[in-house]
């Protein structure tokens, strides 16, 4: 029963990796910028009353009929989510939701939150044992009774913890998508899929839209223990809606900012305007923890040994009167043209690794599509890629999962055959994790 006692909030950084060096007529520059947090507390693992940030947190499982087949499913979310409990903070504001075709507040019921200790623990665990599995599935009622209960309490961490073992059948995607949309900066959400009869494309696009984690656990068994990492991860947020702002001259053009690391995410579509020349794109609650960003900027065309600053990115937290806190780090893309061809042609190993891992990432959504479609030529060649990449970048992890739905017969170059027979579990999970990325080797 670990839950890490917080004193402080951490202290921001930024580091700024790039080649700034531009050909002559060169108009696109590149910068990884990794933000880290540190010194956000203690790591003793402790019940702390009134120690570190006020959360809220909001479980929702899964009740549908499928999850009695086998019970094993149901069995398991019930000592999951125990765990989970167990894993709360003092303090920390919490309710259990059961999620069929509608939502129902498992406890603590009465449109409110529970405020964690000894006795609203012992409670909750004594309600979860009256769940039982009936109905449908409609995952925008869970989230949307979250997001009541959580915005409930004035609270400076949101956490929404999600756990599917089936399609999304009683609803229209449509109707997710809002949800989703309403939801998206309200709170954060974790998601998992249990067993192999759900959606993976469902199950990330909550955790991407929500900023969360997403990933499947193929056996019940395994549910307690990814619950209790879950629910510790959250219990050590202790800095909510930070957004990477960033500012560009007159003349030029954001192509893409990207989360690259831990996980890719394409945050370029989610930018709110903040003011003259500058946007903010969310990045969710941070703990003491460490992500790279990759930001692609168009400059305009200009002379040799003319420099520019392309992009001025920091960290901030909108506040509700819409003043920002800002956060006190910074960094500087620059942009400087020169006729020393080795200079303007090398390419930063930060970019070109993290380049070479978004396109990993997407040689696998693609390659399981495709094989999915039928396309096996096309499903080879892209999962051959996917090999190549991950084997050239040192993501083992990934590799490993590659090898359970091809036999690779050169890593190197990308030679693979697909495999007549894969488990189920083992296509999704390659799915589900395919965004997943290693760092650079220093």
């Known amino acids: 029963?670990?839950?890490?006692?917080?004193?402080?909030?951490?202290?921001?950084?930024?580091?700024?990796?790039?080649?700034?060096?531009?050909?002559?007529?060169?108009?696109?520059?590149?910068?990884?910028?990794?933000?880290?947090?540190?010194?956000?507390?203690?790591?003793?693992?402790?019940?702390s009353a009134g120690r570190g940030p006020s959360a809220a947190v909001a479980i929702m499982v899964d009740c549908s009929?499928?999850?009695?087949?086998?019970?094993?499913?149901?069995?398991?979310?019930?000592?999951?989510?125990?765990?989970?409990i167990d894993s709360l903070r003092d303090g920390t504001h919490f309710a259990v939701i059961g999620g069929t075709h509608v939502a129902k507040e498992v406890y603590p019921g009465g449109g409110a939150l529970a405020t964690a200790d000894a006795t609203t623990r012992e409670q909750a665990k004594q309600a979860l044992r009256r769940l039982s599995a009936g109905g449908g599935t409609a995952i925008g009622t869970w989230l949307r009774l979250a997001d009541r209960l959580l915005n409930s309490d004035d609270v400076t961490i949101r956490h929404g913890i999600?756990?599917?073992?089936?399609?999304?059948?009683?609803?229209?995607?449509?109707?997710?998508r809002a949800t989703l949309d309403a939801c998206a900066g309200r709170f954060t959400c974790d998601a998992r899929g249990v067993g192999t009869d759900w959606e993976v494309k469902e199950v990330t696009g909550i955790a991407s839209a929500l900023l969360g984690t997403a990933d499947i656990v193929a056996d019940p068994a395994g549910l307690a223990a990814d619950f209790t990492r879950m629910m510790e991860t959250a219990m050590g947020k202790e800095v909510a809606d930070v957004a990477l702002r960033v500012w560009t001259p007159v003349g030029t053009a954001i192509r893409f900012v990207k989360q690259v690391a831990p996980t890719v995410e394409d945050l370029t579509d989610r930018r709110t305007e903040s003011g003259p020349r500058a946007g903010d794109y969310p990045t969710g609650s941070w703990g003491d923890e460490s992500r790279d960003y990759h930001l692609c900027v168009e400059v305009p065309a200009a002379g040799l040994g003319q420099e520019m600053l392309a992009a001025r990115v920091s960290l901030v937290?909108?506040?509700?009167?819409?003043?920002?806190?800002?956060?006190?780090?910074?960094?500087?893309?620059?942009?400087?043209?020169?006729d020393d061809m080795t200079a303007s042609t090398s390419i930063n190993p930060q970019v070109a690794h993290y380049t070479g891992q978004a396109e990993l990432a997407q040689a696998i959504q693609q390659g399981l599509d495709l094989r999915k479609a039928g396309d096996f030529d096309g499903a080879t060649a892209k999962l051959g890629r996917a090999v190549q990449l991950a084997s050239a970048s040192g993501n083992a992890d990934t590799a490993k999962l590659l090898a359970k739905v091809v036999d690779v017969v050169d890593a190197a170059t990308g030679t693979v055959r697909l495999k007549t027979r894969v488990a189920e579990a083992d296509e999704m999970t390659l799915e589900t994790r395919s965004t997943k990325t290693v760092r650079v080797k220093k």
């Not at 009929?65 to 125990?82: C, E, H, L, N, V």
């Not at 937290?317 to 020169?338: M, Y």
Request: aromatic share 6%.
């Open 65 to 84: 009929g499928s999850m009695d087949y086998p019970p094993t499913k149901m069995r398991g979310a019930r000592d999951a989510t125990a765990a989970a």
């Open 162 to 176: 999600l756990l599917t073992d089936g399609r999304n059948e009683h609803e229209s995607p449509e109707d997710l």
């Open 1 to 47: 029963m670990a839950n890490f006692a917080k004193s402080h909030v951490p202290q921001f950084s930024m580091d700024v990796y790039q080649n700034e060096y531009l050909p002559e007529g060169g108009r696109e520059v590149n910068a990884i910028v990794t933000v880290t947090a540190t010194g956000g507390g203690t790591v003793t693992p402790v019940h």
């Open 317 to 338: 937290v909108p506040q509700p009167d819409g003043s920002v806190q800002n956060l006190g780090a910074q960094g500087l893309v620059r942009a400087v043209w020169t």
